[in-house]
């Protein structure tokens, strides 16, 4: 069992940067490859990346690459996503997600453990 805590969302202007943490509870945290997820109001679930267990392999949707970065300390079992140069639209949820799976990790149907997510609302 992984207990997953987001936590790093708030009110930000457009062009501005927040970093969201992800806190995991357990020994295994290691072991799971870690996913980042968001969720406006009447849209989908949309996958934003994902980090190997190790941390050397990194995955990104086309709408945040080169502008959001995820990472991961397993010594501390926490992952962390940093977001720069925000947009309005990239206002909802987000949320962590943990995998025991290394495939298809666009799918929110892989993840086995979720965050209850964390607000970011991004201002014009």
């Known amino acids: 069992q992984v207990h997953l805590v987001e936590s790093g969302g708030g009110l930000v202007q457009a062009g501005g940067s927040l970093r969201l943490s992800c806190a995991a509870s357990g020994r295994t945290f290691g072991s799971y490859t870690m996913g980042w997820f968001r969720q406006a109001p009447g849209k989908e679930r949309d996958f934003l990346s994902a980090i190997s267990v190790g941390g050397g392999s990194t995955y990104y949707a086309d709408s945040v690459k080169g502008r959001f970065t995820i990472s991961r300390d397993n010594a501390k079992n926490t992952a962390y996503l940093q977001m720069n140069s925000l947009k309005p639209e990239d206002t909802a949820v987000y949320y962590c997600?943990?995998?025991?799976?290394?495939?298809?990790?666009?799918?929110?149907?892989?993840?086995?453990?979720w965050g209850q997510g964390t607000q970011v609302t991004v201002s014009s």
């Open positions: 997600a943990a995998a025991l799976g290394v495939r298809n990790l666009r799918l929110t149907g892989i993840y086995d453990y």
